[in-house]
């Protein structure tokens, strides 16, 4: 189901899906937990109680944290361990996490806990989930996660509001966060014996972000399709290089796939026809684009793989396993699978816009564009056209190269050298985050110069491109001369990141992918 379709999402621990990270997070999906889960999570609790009465030395129970795990803390010191762990790890800095990032963590967060593995009090993550659906909303900065025993500040951050401390965002304003429980009636709560650790570690932050940015990276797979069939109309590209029989022999699923796509683009295309034999082939960003856009969907196809299990493993530490009588200490928290995932998801995203500002750049140049004015511009001298929209595309494209550089190739000691290995997961999904978003502007530029150059062509595109080309002419308007180009950027910006491209493509094309 498409995410605004998903009405309620139920926590099993182990059923959640990116569509409906997606709804939760964006659409307000409400949340209700599993009655199963429920039992898993009592059953996990009644553990850590017996392991309190018997006293023996269980990391995170009852001793300290990190390079502090052998010094023993008494049972009535237990309560005070957890809270102060919370207080004590908030220490996040920069820009507070979009609303939808954080609603998705904390979707995430009660997820895992719904397995029943972290000795955690179920009414704990049942107020989690009413936060989820009043709307009270944690304010986390979005930089401070080694991604090593878990995103710990920012789940700290998290957290501190279900203690009542902290800020919330609720109704629209930002307040303390015990003014936003009590005034969406929900009681706070002191932490006892594990809780602490439960709520924080784990690899809610860079999977929260990171499944946002899968979302729409694989909603940029497609546009990115649609746009070369749209440039193939302005350019009177070579549709030959898609033949069905050149993907045959080199059968990568996701070059098959784009091939495929491109030829029903472009079936019946006067305008393509018209240019039969001028050329003997295309330049790269043409002809290539199954064998780069392809490489990118079967990219993504791997990330989700790697999301998908996150979104429902257990991530915390140490993990109690009560039919067995068994508390083991492990490494579930730290985010290397993420991290490698994340890092390739930005550079897979990069070369989208990469070709794409190749391609734009081949209509505004009158020496690669097969017929077109210079600039797009109807007076080109006294008029500058769109000369300056293939340099915005070019900035884009520069910073993504710096952002595409692997956060998970870095590591740093911490906690006394305990924690002598991260693996930077949150700064890979970060960086994955703003790579998608200048995709989605590069590829709005190339949107706005073909439906530009279409109009200078003599002869007219086939009856989808005609269709496409009314959607955005419905937004901008053909420039007849320089005017303040600004407002069309805006406005296509906003087209490219709606559904209406898409669903457009799928109404009209029923096999598009």
């Not at 996990?44 to 023996?56: N, T």
């Not at 080199?250 to 305008?271: E, I, M, Y």
């Not at 392809?294 to 999301?307: E, F, K, Y």
């Not at 492990?330 to 699978?337: L, R, S, V």
């Amino acid at each position: 189901m498409h995410p605004e379709q998903i009405k309620q999402v139920i926590l099993t621990g182990h059923s959640l899906t990116l569509n409906e990270v997606v709804a939760v997070a964006r659409h307000h999906a409400k949340v209700a937990i599993a009655q199963e889960a429920l039992d898993m999570m009592a059953v996990s609790r009644e553990a850590v109680e017996q392991i309190l009465d018997f006293g023996q030395p269980v990391y995170g129970i009852n001793t300290g944290f990190g390079s502090l795990a052998n010094v023993q803390i008494s049972r009535e010191q237990a309560s005070t361990l957890q809270n102060n762990l919370i207080l004590s790890h908030a220490v996040g800095c920069g820009d507070p996490f979009p609303t939808e990032v954080v609603r998705a963590m904390m979707l995430l967060r009660a997820n895992a806990l719904c397995q029943g593995y972290s000795g955690i009090r179920p009414l704990l993550v049942q107020n989690l989930v009413q936060m989820l659906n009043a709307g009270v909303h944690p304010i986390v900065p979005e930089k401070g996660s080694l991604g090593a025993s878990g995103d710990l500040a920012p789940l700290s951050h998290l957290a501190l509001v279900l203690l009542g401390y902290g800020e919330a965002e609720y109704q629209g304003q930002v307040m303390p966060g015990q003014a936003a429980m009590d005034k969406a009636g929900i009681a706070t709560e002191r932490l006892l014996a594990k809780e602490g650790l439960a709520l924080i570690n784990g690899t809610q932050a860079m999977g929260a972000v990171g499944a946002l940015a899968l979302y729409d990276a694989e909603r940029i797979s497609q546009l990115a399709d649609i746009a070369v069939g749209f440039t193939m109309e302005a350019l009177q590209g070579r549709v030959d290089a898609f033949d069905q029989r050149v993907h045959a022999i080199r059968p990568h699923k996701g070059q098959q796939t784009v091939a495929a796509n491109v030829r029903a683009l472009c079936v019946d295309s006067p305008l393509i026809k018209a240019a039969e034999g001028l050329r003997v082939q295309d330049a790269y960003s043409l002809r290539c684009v199954p064998q780069v856009h392809g490489a990118v969907r079967d990219a993504l196809a791997h990330v989700r793989h790697v999301l998908e299990t996150e979104l429902n493993s257990v991530t915390d530490n140490p993990l109690i396993f009560a039919q067995d009588r068994d508390v083991i200490s492990g490494g579930n928290f730290h985010g290397e699978p993420l991290a490698l995932a994340l890092d390739y998801l930005g550079i897979s995203v990069a070369e989208l816009a990469n070709i794409s500002e190749r391609r734009l750049e081949r209509m505004v140049n009158h020496q690669l564009s097969n017929g077109l004015p210079p600039f797009l511009s109807k007076a080109p001298g006294v008029n500058s056209g769109m000369m300056i929209i293939q340099y915005t595309a070019a900035s884009m494209v520069s910073e993504n190269k710096v952002l595409a550089h692997p956060a998970s190739v870095d590591s740093i000691p911490s906690s006394a050298n305990q924690e002598d290995h991260v693996s930077m997961g949150t700064t890979a999904a970060r960086k994955a985050r703003q790579i998608v978003e200048n995709c989605f502007s590069v590829l709005a530029l190339e949107f706005y110069a073909a439906a530009q150059a279409i109009d200078l062509r003599d002869g007219e595109p086939n009856a989808y491109h005609k269709a496409l080309h009314q959607l955005i002419r419905g937004k901008v308007a053909f420039i007849e001369e320089d005017r303040e180009l600004r407002p069309d950027v805006i406005a296509m910006n906003a087209l490219i990141r709606e559904d209406a491209i898409i669903q457009l493509t799928k109404e009209m094309i029923s096999d598009f992918n």
